[in-house]
């Protein structure tokens, strides 16, 4: 079963800062998903890529099938934008997701 | 407005005693997803339904069953809750592959 890490666990930044949450995964993958977790529950898919670079609005995703690598990058973050990160792979079909343990960010006023 | 519905939103019950989730969606996904999530912990995968195919995984416990009577409705059904199975319950939808839509989730508290 693919092992998925994201990187930093915690991240406390000032509101304005660029913001950079990684992610790595052991085996191919159909798609490497991206989601956002606020408190109470609620999770929110952000982007669903299998290949270069996706943008909207603030937020952009790339990743690097060769490396087997992905990141989540926040410009002029906000403090609206904390929340826990979680990016999750599907290996295949509509098998369902494995997450990673999620990112906790705070940005600070 | 809402997409993809859970109910209850909280659920106590006492430990032994079945206990049922519901998950409703107006999407007209063909598949659904239930996740448990405890807490600090990632959401894992318990099982799925594509279509009318159920699909379990293997470390899903015997205990945790699943029923969906028709596209719109998935419910989670736990026989015996124990200790251990106090979580949020996430219900997710997809069209196929695509980008999955999760509900507000359950939390579900034994006692």
């Known amino acids: 079963k693919n092992e998925v890490e994201q990187s930093p666990q915690n991240l406390t930044a000032q509101e304005g800062e660029f913001i950079t949450i ?30 270069g670079k996706k943008k909207h609005g603030r937020l952009i995703a790339t990743i690097n099938i060769q490396e087997k690598h992905s990141s989540l990058h ?36 | 407005d809402a997409m993809v519905i859970q109910n209850p939103r909280y659920q106590v019950t006492q430990f032994g005693k079945p206990v049922t989730l519901s998950c409703s969606q107006t999407l007209n996904h063909n598949v659904m997803y239930w996740y448990q999530q405890k807490s600090s912990q990632a959401p894992k995968l318990l099982f ?37 199975d106090a979580a949020m319950y996430l219900c997710a939808t997809s069209r196929g592959t695509e980008t999955q839509y999760f509900g507000p989730g359950t939390r579900l508290l034994v006692l």
């Open chain 1, 22 to 51: 990684n992610c790595s995964y052991s085996v191919g993958i159909s798609a490497l998903h991206w989601l956002q977790q606020h408190p109470g529950g609620g999770i929110v898919s952000l982007f669903m890529l299998s290949s």
């Open chain 1, 74 to 109: 926040i410009t002029a973050s906000h403090p609206r934008d904390s929340a826990v990160y979680i990016c999750a792979e599907s290996g295949g079909g509509a098998d369902g997701l494995t997450f990673g343990k999620g990112t906790h960010l705070i940005i600070q006023p």
């Open chain 2, 48 to 84: 799925h339904y594509y279509d009318k195919d159920f699909n379990n995984e293997a470390d899903t416990p015997d205990n945790f069953q699943s029923r969906r009577p028709n596209t719109s409705f998935c419910f989670l059904d736990i026989r015996s809750p124990g200790l251990g």
